[in-house]
């Protein structure tokens, strides 16, 4: 039999050379046992991460009366909101897999504060800038490598409350109106969190600010790299006051204004373990 313990990224095996499993939810929490060269396909199969198994071979297979196998996944909060562009039936509140959302937008609407709205991997292309106006928890299942938010000349997403937003590449993000802040993600929040993102080539034309990231007061931003963005300062990232910066690279951002080509922050700012290269 095999398992795994990274979400179906890599199976081990155990006894059983001619059963394999596999997943079909992002994050592999709907699991099956398979016998090579059974036509029938699926003998047992878990909705629920390995909690329950349901036979699906007639009168079963000699030896697998009493299988038990168990699917390791993420347990979520019960109030997740889920986005899989893949999902069969699509339905609000999108509570799971199944049911989740197409677009990030239609799980965040259906978010309220203190919520988590989880994001399968996927290119989610916007037209009109994510919106947040909640304090709500965005991350992706597997991160900015796979989980990429890429605006069509506008900016990714703005938020009005302290949103914790993790593991996303933003890209391809523009300003060019007032205000003119942070083309990739603007925040005009106090006491928002921003970790493992990736922003990547967007763009705070005309006296903009915050290339990639703009933030307000007292923001944490970790973990995160920020190349080839671009703003009148604060190419990188800008921030207000009290900003904390930690474990972040920055590479080749640009400030045509000549401040803050990396980052720059209006007042008191830390920063721990970053790098930076022109």
């Known amino acids: 039999i095999f398992w795994t313990t990274d979400n179906g990224t890599n199976w081990s095996s ?30 047992y199969y878990s909705p629920d991460a390995g909690a329950t198994w349901t036979q699906q071979v007639d009168s079963g297979v000699g030896g697998l009366a009493n299988l038990s196998m168990q699917k390791r996944s993420p347990v979520y909060p019960s109030d997740t909101r889920f986005v899989w562009t893949n999902s069969p039936s699509p339905a609000a509140p999108y509570t799971n897999w199944d049911t989740a959302a197409h677009t990030i937008q239609e799980a965040i ?20 800038q994510l919106v947040v106006t ?8 597997n ?6 938010v890429r605006a069509a000349s506008n900016r990714c997403l703005y938020a009005t409350a302290p949103v914790t937003i993790a593991g996303f590449t933003f890209t391809n993000g523009y300003v060019n109106a007032n205000p003119y802040r942070g083309a990739g993600v603007y925040v005009y929040a106090t006491g928002a969190t921003v970790r493992n993102c990736r922003f990547e080539r967007n763009y705070a034309a005309s006296s903009g600010t915050g290339g990639g990231l703009w933030v307000n007061h007292s ?20 921030g207000t006051n009290n900003l904390v910066v930690s474990r972040c690279a920055f590479m080749s951002n640009w ?6 080509g990396a980052v720059l922050c209006e007042r008191s700012a830390s920063g721990t373990g970053c790098v930076c290269e022109a």
């Not at 923001?219 to 800008?238: H, I, K, P, Q, S």
């Open 14 to 43: 155990a006894g059983v050379g001619d059963f394999t499993l596999d997943v079909n939810s992002p994050d592999g929490t709907n699991v099956w046992a398979v016998r090579s060269g059974w036509g029938s396909g699926i003998i």
């Open 109 to 128: 609407d259906a978010a309220t504060n203190g919520n988590f709205v989880v994001v399968a991997d996927g290119l989610y292309t916007v037209t009109n």
């Open 134 to 141: 909640r304090q709500i928890t965005i991350a992706s299942v």
């Open 143 to 148: 991160g900015a490598a796979h989980t990429i």
């Open 219 to 238: 923001a944490v931003v970790e973990d995160c790299v920020f190349v080839r963005n671009r703003a009148d300062t604060g190419g990188g990232l800008y």
């Open 255 to 260: 400030a045509s204004g000549g401040s803050g």
